[in-house]
């Protein structure tokens, strides 16, 4: 995507519509990306979060994993 903007990004994304309010995660703050992977039957939520997010391993459909883990998966 060399040359490529982040405005071309829309043509890649999906929008979401009204995101359920959930109290999943111990960090309050991070409880919109569990929402928007739920709303967005997202497959997976790549994170760097080791206390919070990762430690849940999934919501519902989707396997939480960090960036290197997706990548492997994508690749096999």
Do not use: C
Request: aromatic share 4%.
């Amino acid at each position: 995507m060399a040359g490529a903007h982040v405005n071309d990004l829309r043509h890649f994304a999906e929008m979401l519509g009204q995101l359920p309010g959930l109290d999943v995660s111990s960090d309050p703050g991070d409880n919109f990306l569990l929402a928007m992977a739920e709303v967005g039957r997202a497959d997976y939520l790549a994170t760097g979060d080791k206390r919070e997010l990762l430690a849940l391993k999934r919501h519902g459909g989707t396997r939480i994993v960090t960036a290197k883990r997706l990548l492997d998966a994508l690749e096999g």
